[in-house]
Every structure is written in C-alpha cells, then in structure tokens.
C-alpha cells in the first residue's frame, strides 16, 4: 500500500474543537448558544446511526440539541406544523429533517418548508441557488466536509481535474459546485456514464457517491490522484458473523494506487457531523449578525 490515509475521524475532532471554541466565543458575545433541531420521522437504520453520533457531539461543542422524534405514519402537515414552529423558534439555528423521509411525504415541500437561514443540511432551494450562484450559502455538510479534506492533503485545488462520481442533490451536484468554485475542472460522472474507468483516470481527484458497494476499482485510479470516499455501505461478507461498513471504493486496489485516500468508516462520514455542527454555528453567527466563523465556511 502506497497511499497516505486521510484520517477523517482526527479531522473531524479539530474540526469540533474549533466549532467548540467559537461556540463559546459566541456565547460570550450574545449570552446564548447555538440550537441544533433535528427531526426524525420513523425509523431508517441509517438515520439512526447518524441521530446516535450527532446529538452526543452537539451537546460535547456546548450547543443545544431538540430531538424530535415522529412516527412513520405521521402526516405531512403535522410535519410542516412542526417546521413552523421550529422556524419561529428562537432557540432553534438549525434544523435537520433526516432523510429519507416516509414515501407519502413530499420531501421536496419539506425542505423548502425550512427558513433557509436555518436550512443547515443546505438543501433548501434558496441555498442550492446561492451556492451555484456563488452567493453566501448554507454548504451541504457531506461535500463540505470533503472539501476541507481535499484542501488540507492538496493545498490549493486550482486547476486539478476532478471527477465526482454520483450525482445526488445531496453530495454529487453540490461536491461538484464546491470543487469548480475552487477552481478544479470537474466532471459529474454516475450510474450511466459510459467508460467509467477511463474517465475516473484522468482524474486528480476522485469523489466517489453512488451508492455501489466497492465499485470504483485500484486500475480505475490515476497513480498519486487523491480518493474521497463518501460510500456508506452496510454489507454483508460471506461466512462472516456481523456486517461491515464498506465504501464506494475498493479500498485495497485503491489505497495501492492513489496517493491519499479516505477510509470507510473513519473518512468522510465523521466530517459531515462535524460540518453539520459547524454550519450551525454559522446559521446563529449570521443570525446575531456576529462574524462569520472562521475556518468553518466554505
Ligand atoms: N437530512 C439529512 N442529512 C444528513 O446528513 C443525513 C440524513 N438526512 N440521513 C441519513 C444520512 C446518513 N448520514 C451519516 C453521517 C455520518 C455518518 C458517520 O459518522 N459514519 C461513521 C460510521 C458510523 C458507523 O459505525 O456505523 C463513519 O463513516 O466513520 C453516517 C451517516 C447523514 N445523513
Ligand atoms: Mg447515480
């Protein structure tokens, strides 16, 4: 094995020492502290895992954390009464509403239901648009996370050729935005696009979000590129016991040919929390009209 392992989980911990140090800063200023809400209808094992780390670690960067737990069958206008009020709610910086929400819901009436200044996931539509735009946005956590990486292995991203392979509103589209605003020349590849690998070679930096379990193979890798792993796959090895989390990446083949690389877990997931409570603390920072946090944004 040749490549540097990006250690996601250690940044991540920087990431909340700083979120945790402005917090206080903020508290200092204003006498309050950020609110985290988040909203979880029924119960999608991987929202879970997600809500278990999540609350533990606002609580740890001094913030406040509502859970709000509905069941599966809630209806959607009892959700968006609960939005409202969140909204309204002074205490409240940030909401979450976890996805995938209950299939009789409208996901997308949902979100945009959110005050986009609270709207820390960045999925709003108010936020997509200022960040295609180059406006001050709200920065979905996953591609900001794998942004921060990228820049702390790769200095300045200007002129690298990127190909994000996925293309979800969640990572895909926004990673893309990111990474061209920071001057790569990217390419959205996905389940569809013909001659992967040869189009993943050319690559200095590959973003992997499709959902495949160990899709993008070592021979797809340009020798040195660097590998973002966002892949959270919960599968199965014949013979063995218990599952395992495995990637979008084959991290073995991978790992012998990239020059750094994210692991899966321990990458780009325990960023994305960090992100999450970052952009919360963004959202009161612009809020109270107190100065944007540093080193946190995009
Ligand atoms: N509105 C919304 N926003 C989200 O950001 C969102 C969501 N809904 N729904 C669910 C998914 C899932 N997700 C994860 C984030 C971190 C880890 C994470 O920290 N993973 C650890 C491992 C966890 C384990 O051991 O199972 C790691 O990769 O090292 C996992 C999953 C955010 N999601
Ligand atoms: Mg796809």
Same mark, same amino acid.
């Given at each position: *094995?040749?490549?540097?392992?990006?250690?996601?989980?250690?940044?991540?911990?920087? +990431?909340?020492?700083?979120?945790a140090?402005?917090?206080?800063?903020?508290?200092?200023?204003?006498?309050?502290?950020?609110?985290?809400?988040?909203?979880? #209808?029924?119960?999608?094992?991987?929202?879970?895992?997600?809500?278990?780390? !999540?609350?533990?670690?606002?609580?740890?960067?001094?913030?406040?954390?509502?859970?709000?737990?509905?069941?599966?069958?809630?209806?959607?206008?009892?959700?968006?009464?609960?939005?409202?009020?969140?909204? $309204?709610?002074?205490?409240?910086?940030?909401? @979450?509403?976890? @996805?995938?929400?209950?299939?009789? *819901?409208?996901?997308?009436?949902?979100?945009?239901?959110?005050?986009?200044?609270?709207?820390?996931?960045?999925?709003?539509?108010?936020?997509?648009?200022?960040? =295609?735009?180059?406006?001050?946005?709200? #920065?979905?956590?996953?591609?900001?996370?794998?942004? *921060?990486?990228?820049?702390d292995? %790769?200095?300045?991203?200007?002129?690298?050729?990127?190909?994000?392979?996925?293309?979800?509103?969640?990572?895909?589209?926004? *990673?893309a935005? @990111?990474?061209?605003?920071?001057?790569?020349?990217?390419?959205?590849?996905?389940?569809?696009?013909?001659?992967?690998?040869?189009?993943?070679?050319?690559?200095?930096?590959?973003? $992997?979000?499709?959902?495949?379990?160990?899709?993008?193979?070592?021979?797809?890798?340009?020798?040195?590129?660097? =590998?973002?792993?966002?892949?959270?796959?919960? #599968?199965?090895?014949?013979? $063995?016991? !218990?599952?395992?989390?495995?990637?979008?990446?084959?991290?073995?083949?991978?790992?012998?040919?990239?020059?750094?690389?994210?692991?899966?877990?321990?990458? +780009?997931?325990?960023m994305?929390?960090?992100? %999450?409570?970052?952009?919360?603390?963004?959202?009161?920072?612009?809020r109270?009209? %107190?100065p944007?946090?540093?080193? @946190?944004?995009?």
């Open positions: *094995m040749s490549a540097t392992i990006i250690d996601g989980k250690a940044f991540a911990a920087v +990431v909340r020492a700083q979120v140090t402005q917090v206080a800063a903020a508290k200092a200023a204003t006498g309050q502290v950020p609110g985290l809400a988040v909203v979880l #209808v029924g119960e999608d094992p991987a929202s879970q895992v997600y809500v278990r780390n !999540k609350n533990r670690q606002t609580v740890e960067v001094g913030m406040n954390s509502f859970e709000h737990k509905l069941a599966a069958e809630t209806a959607e206008a009892d959700l968006l009464a609960l939005i409202a009020q969140l909204n $309204a709610d002074p205490a409240v910086d940030g909401i @979450l509403v976890q @996805l995938p929400l209950p299939a009789h *819901m409208n996901a997308e009436a949902v979100i945009n239901a959110i005050d986009s200044a609270k709207d820390v996931d960045g999925f709003h539509i108010d936020n997509v648009g200022k960040l =295609v735009t180059g406006q001050k946005a709200m #920065v979905p956590c996953t591609p900001l996370g794998c942004l *921060m990486l990228l820049r292995t %790769l200095g300045t991203l200007e002129g690298r050729d990127a190909v994000v392979i996925g293309r979800s509103n969640i990572v895909g589209k926004p *990673m935005n @990111l990474l061209l605003r920071d001057g790569c020349t990217v390419t959205v590849a996905h389940s569809r696009t013909a001659n992967l690998p040869d189009v993943v070679r050319r690559a200095d930096i590959v973003v $992997a979000a499709v959902g495949r379990p160990e899709m993008v193979k070592g021979d797809w890798i340009k020798p040195g590129a660097v =590998v973002i792993d966002v892949g959270i796959n919960r #599968v199965q090895p014949a013979g $063995a016991e !218990k599952a395992k989390l495995v990637g979008d990446c084959d991290f073995d083949s991978c790992a012998a040919v990239a020059g750094a690389i994210t692991p899966v877990p321990g990458g +780009v997931g325990p994305t929390i960090a992100c %999450l409570l970052a952009n919360t603390l963004t959202a009161f920072c612009r109270h009209a %107190l944007e946090p540093e080193g @946190l944004t995009a």
